[in-house]
């Protein structure tokens, strides 16, 4: 399983958002509208992950969907944008819904999703939660499968401009998340994601590193910064509550 991409529930919209990171000499793009859901949002790809800026584009719609993720949108924004989740990649989705209730843990069975985009053409995928109250409490990722492959999913979105030549000199190096009990989630999600631990406060997926340390204020367990390799500014940028430190 791999890192498919960073939620990052924020106000702003869409094409506010692109300008401002283009503006930062990164390639985001609007990526379209979840007409089911109320939100609509910009990404910024890189070679085999992204960032998702999540926004509402229909209140009404959004607080009368029953769906998971935008459910604790909703209960985040309440109080600040900031990171929300991440989204793992897996290719067998069904596979790994069964593989998580023999374990006894609940799901919310497989979902089905599309997004139209900007130039009218739908993207569908399938996604699987674990069932959970929407608390301040870290949540757990959430899991896609594309309906494409990676390889024609990329085709596709180079074809439309998503993804331009400078989008694949980055890669997410590292997800930072600040929780109460750093120990006891590292085993939680290694049960849960099957993944590797690399040391005492990181597990490893095959793109990306989880890094979990202690919460020294507040009380909301998040993601809190994102490392990003590919890139030689010094400076981190602060974006709506979230921070993105970069190196080459």
């Known amino acids: 399983m791999y890192l498919d991409h960073i939620v990052h529930f924020v106000e702003k919209n869409p094409l506010e958002i692109a300008e401002d990171w283009q503006q930062q000499g990164l390639h985001a ?3 379209g509208q979840h007409i089911n859901w109320g939100t609509y949002n910009a ?9 998702e800026w999540l926004s ?6 959004a607080q009368n969907t029953d769906h998971p993720l935008i459910s604790l949108m909703l209960h985040d924004l309440k109080k600040s944008p900031g990171f ?3 989204c793992i990649r897996t290719s067998k989705i069904d ?22 985009t900007t130039s009218g053409f739908g993207r569908k ?3 699987l939660f674990i069932r959970e109250e929407v608390s301040d409490q ?7 499968e594309w309906q494409e492959t990676d390889e024609d999913r990329y085709e596709l979105l180079k074809k439309d401009g998503t993804i331009v030549e400078s989008n694949l000199q980055l890669s997410i190096e590292s997800c930072e998340f600040h929780v109460k009990k750093p120990r006891e989630i590292i085993k939680k999600w290694e049960k849960y994601l099957n993944v590797e631990q690399y040391d005492d406060q990181t597990l490893l997926l095959p793109n990306t590193k989880l890094v979990f340390k202690q919460l ?9 910064r994102v490392q990003i390799k590919g890139d030689s500014r010094q400076e981190a940028i602060i974006y709506e509550q979230g921070e993105y430190r970069f190196k080459l």
Request: hydrophobic share 40%; charged share 30%.
């Open 56 to 61: 509402i584009e229909d209140e009404h719609i």
């Open 43 to 51: 990404l910024l790809y890189t070679k085999n992950s992204y960032i």
């Open 84 to 86: 929300g989740t991440i």
């Open 125 to 127: 995928w399938k996604m």
């Open 216 to 224: 020294e204020d507040g009380t909301k367990e998040r993601l809190i």
């Open 29 to 31: 793009v609007v990526g």
């Open 95 to 116: 596979v790994l819904k069964q593989e998580l209730e023999e374990k006894g843990i609940e799901t919310s069975g497989v979902l089905y999703a599309e997004r139209k």
């Open 138 to 144: 870290l949540p757990m990722p959430f899991f896609i």
